[in-house]
């Protein structure tokens, strides 16, 4: 059996750039993203470059020389995280929350928070997916609409869109109130 050897020697400024670099090219990233990933590989591999000075990693640096580049943009993957989350079902709130826990400012969340019949459309492609309301194989008693209305609320989706796709009547009804939304009717 081989055993890999693992090179566990302090980084160098070199070393982390070179570990920045393989990482952009491989992931689509965010700053904060990137920053997380670096200060966890300063952590399990410590910093090598003129400690007796108090000598740090300009992480800061590093990371804006690679937005000027255009290797890290943070708005780009902000649209396209949510434009993929959106096309799964999932709700505002889901989205919100993916890109917080990608590091994205309030600003840029909000900037790229879906309008009203982007959120009906994926309650919609959820509801179809999960086999939620008027997709049901059986009509749903009380109990199990909630059920339902329970499961697109942690899909992330507001209450009255759940309760609007839940209780439509019939299939076309579903599609006729998510087309309301974008004024298609």
Known sequence: MSVKRR???PLT????????????????TTQGKLRDYLQRKLRERGWGEDEDAGSKPDLDRLIGRYVEL?????????RMKAGSLLRRGYG???VGEALGHAGLNEDLREEVRP???????????????RRLG???????????REKHIAAMLRAGHRLDIARGIVEAA??????????????DL
């Open 134 to 144: 008027p997709f049901a194989r059986e009509d749903a008693d009380r109990p199990t």
């Open 70 to 78: 255009g290797y890290v943009d943070d708005a780009g993957w902000a």
């Open 13 to 28: 400024e070199a070393r982390l750039e070179e570990l920045a670099l393989a990482y952009v090219a491989r992931f689509a």
């Open 92 to 94: 505002a709130r889901r």
């Open 170 to 183: 019939d299939v076309e009804a579903a599609e006729q109130w998510v087309e309301a939304a974008s004024g």
């Open 115 to 129: 309008d009203e019949a982007a959120e009906r459309r994926a309650a919609l492609i959820l509801a179809r997916r």
């Open 7 to 9: 090179n566990l020697q």
